[in-house]
């Protein structure tokens, strides 16, 4: 069994940084990509950034250039910096890791941007 643990959630003014981090542990696995999702009160969840193995990265067209994904492989965690944080940045973040041939999510955690 793998298990997804995010943290660094939390109450910002706009402006401001969070980062959050995720980490797998479980059996030993390969991590092939590492994604960031969110999802908004109302909303459906949207990819926000992802990451391959090798450190191929992608983002969301309204976090290109605010955030930025990263992940440690021997540590088996990804994380995302948050920058330039605006209150549409506001949901709940999740982190997916698919780990050939399944897919597991974290339980998310609340990023909250205050005007």
């Known amino acids: 069994q793998v298990r997804l643990v995010e943290s660094g959630g939390g109450l910002v003014q706009a402006g401001g940084s969070l980062r959050l981090s995720c980490a797998a542990s479980?059996?030993?696995?390969?991590?092939?990509?590492m994604d960031w999702y969110r999802q908004a009160p109302g909303k459906q969840r949207e990819l926000v950034a992802g990451i391959t193995i090798n450190g191929t990265t992608k983002y969301a067209d309204s976090v290109k250039g605010r955030f930025i994904i990263s992940r440690d492989n021997a540590k088996n965690t990804v994380y995302l910096q948050m920058n330039s944080l605006k209150p549409e940045d506001t949901a709940v973040y999740y982190c997916n890791a698919e780990i050939l041939p399944w897919s597991y999510w974290g339980q998310g955690t609340q990023v909250t941007v205050s005007s």
């Open positions: 479980g059996r030993d696995f390969s991590i092939n990509r």
